[in-house]
């Protein structure tokens, strides 16, 4: 055990340690007064879309996201205390109150559209649902949720693609849209990454900050991926 501060006294509070070489993002916080009994925070998490509840005071903490892409399961978050609330409700972000709906359930409830949307786009070929069994070349592609797998057709329908060399063994199989064009179209994840971006906001980065954004992405999906092999 590393106490973060040796000089708290048996008095302090007991917190969950937090990871603290990364930088954790600061959420908006608001005071809730319970009475006789202590005050506690209540803060806005953009990563689940929800109101977090902690005890008294803003700083350091260890997250309570429930989603788990959020980056605060592994940095914990600050919190900015702004002010008081009458109810927890009060921090939630007021442009929300105009959807009933969050974004990200929204999102969840047509990603495995908006993925055969893509995937019918990139592979040239149409079928229904998000189950999918296509033919690239001398491959057969098959995609169910987000595992997929590639098997080299021994017997190509076009001719020219007969005497074409088997590649050597190589991962043909894996979870995850961006992995699979990756090795479909032999290009670094990040540049997946960018173009999925370009696709849906053409222009919206200039040349550097695609080079950052690819960057930053690549790196990210290598520590996803090492963590994933580690942790399993
Ligand atoms: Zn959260």
């Known amino acids: 055990m590393c106490p973060l501060d040796p000089s708290l006294g048996s008095a302090a509070p007991v917190r969950r340690a937090v ?45 309570h996201c429930v989603r788990e892409e959020s980056p605060c399961r592994v940095t914990g978050y600050s919190l900015d205390v702004q002010g008081e609330a009458e109810a927890p409700h009060d921090v939630v972000p007021a442009a929300l109150l105009a959807g009933r709906h969050r974004l990200s359930d929204a999102l969840d409830g047509v990603s495995a559209e908006i993925r055969a949307a893509i995937l019918r786009g990139v592979l040239g070929k149409r079928r229904a649902g998000p189950a999918f069994e296509l033919r690239v070349d001398r491959a057969r592609v098959s995609v169910i949720g987000e595992s997929w797998w590639i098997d080299l057709d021994a017997f190509p329908a076009r001719p020219e693609l007969r005497s074409a060399p ?67």
């Open 19 to 63: 990871t603290v070489e990364q930088p954790a993002p600061t959420l908006r916080a608001l005071r809730i007064r319970n009475g006789a009994r202590p005050d506690s925070t209540v803060a806005w998490c953009p990563y689940c879309e929800d109101v977090h509840h902690h005890g008294t005071g803003g700083g350091r903490r260890a997250a």
């Open 166 to 232: 088997v590649p050597p063994s190589r991962t043909l199989s894996g979870r995850g849209l961006i992995n699979l064009l990756a090795v479909l179209y032999g290009i670094p994840r990040g540049d997946v990454v960018m173009r999925l971006l370009h696709a849906v906001a053409p222009g919206a980065f200039d040349a550097s900050g695609w080079l950052e954004i690819s960057a930053a992405a690549e790196a990210s999906i290598e520590r996803r991926d090492a963590g994933e092999g580690g942790a399993r």
